[in-house]
């Protein structure tokens, strides 16, 4: 199984400032036919199933914020949220679908300072 | 509007069974691969398993910590996906979500295992 790693496990980040949220896979999720990384990110707030923000590690969902973006190949993932707001307050997960069976970082906390 | 409804969660007895249903509109359910995933608070999300549709098979995958306990089914008449549960374990106490593609989830049923 591919085992997906965060960091950091929770992050405090003042309103209108930048959150960084790292996810490493423990082997490649690039798709070398397609040259694709079969990496997804989503948002999950308390009592809502998980919203998927980001897929394809860097193509943001029909109606995500332009301050949601995501980058990185291969292993290495990054979700960056550009000037956070009070609404961002939430857990979010990297995933890979590369193999099955999927799975899920352990989530990263995003609270406000 | 694409719409996915979870229903059949309970709390069970160790050992015991149960069947979830996820009731789907919105799209061609007919032609869909449809997951199943499971979040806990000490292990968080986990992908239970899928089925690809009657056109590509309607083959089943499973994550190890349920196969040959879960078996997922899909009834594409009635425009809905079954999770049927047996030999529960307290471990498998969980929300579950099915799933269209990775942007598409229904709300969650608890299933609570406890005796």
């Known amino acids: 199984d591919i085992v997906m790693t965060q960091s950091p496990d929770s992050l405090a980040v003042s309103l209108g400032e930048r959150a960084t949220i790292n996810c490493k896979s423990s082997?490649?999720?690039?798709?070398?036919?397609?040259?694709?990384?079969?990496l997804a990110w989503y948002q999950q707030k308390p009592g809502q199933p998980p919203k998927l923000l980001i897929y394809?590690?860097?193509t943001r969902e029909y109606g995500v914020p332009d301050r949601f973006s995501g980058s990185g190949s291969g292993t290495d993932f990054t979700l960056t949220i550009n000037s956070l707001q009070a609404e961002d307050v939430a857990i979010y997960y990297c995933?890979?679908?590369?193999?099955?069976?999927?799975?899920f970082g352990q989530g990263t906390r995003v609270e406000i300072k | 509007e694409v719409r996915l409804v979870e229903s059949g969660g309970d709390l069970v007895k160790p050992g015991g069974s149960l069947r979830l249903s996820c009731a789907v509109s919105?799209?061609?359910?007919?032609?869909?691969?449809m997951n199943w995933f499971r979040q806990t608070t000490g292990k968080g999300l986990e992908w239970v398993g899928r089925?690809?549709?009657?056109?590509?098979?309607?083959?089943?995958d499973y994550g190890a910590p349920v196969k040959g306990r879960f078996t997922i089914s899909r009834d594409d008449s009635k425009n809905t996906l079954y999770l049927e549960m047996t030999s529960l374990k307290a471990e498998d106490t969980a929300v579950y979500y099915c799933?269209?593609?990775?942007?598409?989830w229904g709300p969650g049923t608890l299933v609570t295992v406890s005796s």
């Open positions: 799933a269209w593609y990775l942007q598409h």
């Open positions: 919105g799209f061609n359910f007919n032609d869909a691969w």
């Open positions: 089925i690809k549709s009657r056109g590509d098979g309607e083959t089943t």
């Open positions: 082997q490649s999720v690039l798709n070398s036919s397609n040259n694709r990384n079969y």
């Open positions: 394809w590690a860097s």
């Open positions: 995933q890979q679908y590369d193999s099955i069976p999927w799975t």
